[in-house]
């Protein structure tokens, strides 16, 4: 590998492929140094098409890419249908090999998914609007799977010790759940404002869908500035991408 990985810290066969990139490999100058995969954010648009490149060739020639418009919706496609034209969705999943799903992130939550026959992957990209708004949900009524055969990892993400919120993201988590209330901590500094938690909000949702089996990475987006892009850190920057695909094993 030519530019540093996560690797999801789950078990799964190993027709399973899936990683987090960093912000390390790329050509990317800043604020986007080095390795920006996102082409909404004022990069070179060279610079990007040259690091999506360097992404797709240290993997198998045969495999196929969708890069989704993401605008924290609740829009959930199959990947062929994304692959047709470029659309507006938050999720991607496939059940056919060498189709790539991806979504990119600088501190929401990459959300991967899959089953235990392995004949399934899905992305998610999740912001607190799109926890909020019902993306998980959304994409496991999608997917041709019962929950309870599903496995989750969530990838690098704002930290709650780094997150601070207003009453209206507060109100918004409690209006589905009065139980949701233990992922906020009030800022003893900040009148009505709180710290979320929302990797543990997903896997609190992802767990009362039915999906029993959920991994986290534990790494935090904005205080790793070495390893990863941060919106709310930075404001201007570049995106990582967390990608899961079916490996063919015909050959």
């Not at 790539?100 to 990209?125: E, F, K, R």
């Amino acid at each position: 590998m030519i530019f540093p990985i996560i690797e999801p810290n789950w078990s799964v066969g190993q027709k399973i492929q899936a990683l987090t990139s960093t912000r390390q490999g790329g050509v990317s100058l800043p604020p986007y140094a080095s390795f920006n995969l996102a082409d909404h954010v004022e990069d070179q648009p060279e610079a990007v098409a040259h690091n999506r490149a360097i992404l797709q060739q240290a993997f198998a020639a045969d495999l196929k890419w969708a890069w989704l418009n993401q605008q924290h919706t609740t829009h959930v496609v199959h990947f062929n249908q994304a692959c047709l034209q470029p659309c507006v969705a938050d999720a991607v999943w496939s059940d056919q090999p060498n189709q790539v799903c991806a979504v990119m992130t600088a501190d929401c939550l990459p959300i991967l998914l899959t089953n235990q026959a392995a004949s399934l992957v899905a992305a998610v990209h999740a912001g607190w609007r799109g926890l909020a708004d019902g993306i998980i949900a959304k994409t496991l009524e999608t997917l041709p799977e019962q929950p309870q055969n599903l496995i989750a990892w969530i990838g690098p993400a704002i930290s709650q010790a780094v997150f601070e919120v207003g009453e209206e993201v507060v109100d918004a988590f409690l209006a589905q759940s009065p139980s949701l209330s233990r992922f906020f901590v009030e800022n003893p500094a900040a009148p009505s404002k709180f710290f979320a938690d929302l990797p543990g909000i997903a896997q609190d949702q992802l767990q009362h869908l039915g999906v029993d089996r959920v991994s986290l990475s534990g790494r935090c987006s904005y205080g790793d500035a070495t390893d990863f892009f941060s919106y709310r850190r930075d404001g201007q920057t570049g995106r990582m991408v967390s990608a899961i695909w079916l490996k063919d094993t015909s050959n």
